[in-house]
């Protein structure tokens, strides 16, 4: 059983930055690739980035490529989603997710599926500002 918790969302202006964390409970963070998505009021959840297990290989969407990173510590079983130069469409709720089929994606596009993941964050709503 993996517990995933998400933090660090708030209110902010656009070109602010925020960090989302995500502390994991469990075994088996370590060998979990994790992502990052986020959903839209009226919107399907959309997949925003995604790192392996080791933290060496990342991914991410068009839309945030350049702005975000994601990263991991796993002494502190933790993933974070670095958010710089935010704009008003980044306005969503953001879930973090934990793979227990995968430690990493040998085609990036399979960790872009909500299905490649197996336990889910309660989430954390970003709001960014005109």
């Known amino acids: 059983q993996v517990q995933l918790v998400e933090s660090g969302g708030g209110l902010v202006q656009a070109g602010a930055s925020l960090r989302l964390s995500c502390a994991a409970s469990?075994?088996?963070?370590?060998?979990?690739?994790m992502g990052w998505f986020r959903q839209a009021p009226g919107k399907e959840r959309e997949f925003v980035a995604h790192?392996?297990?080791?933290?060496?290989?990342?991914y991410y969407a068009d839309s945030v490529k350049g702005r975000f990173t994601i990263s991991r510590d796993n002494a502190k079983n933790t993933v974070y989603l670095q958010m710089n130069s935010l704009k008003p469409e980044d306005t969503a709720v953001y879930y973090c997710a934990a793979s227990l089929k995968y430690s990493w994606f040998f085609r990036q596009s399979m960790g872009v599926s909500v299905d490649a993941y197996d336990y889910w964050g309660q989430g954390t709503q970003v709001t960014v500002s005109s």
């Open positions: 469990g075994r088996t963070f370590s060998s979990s690739a």
């Open positions: 790192i392996s297990s080791t933290g060496r290989s990342t």
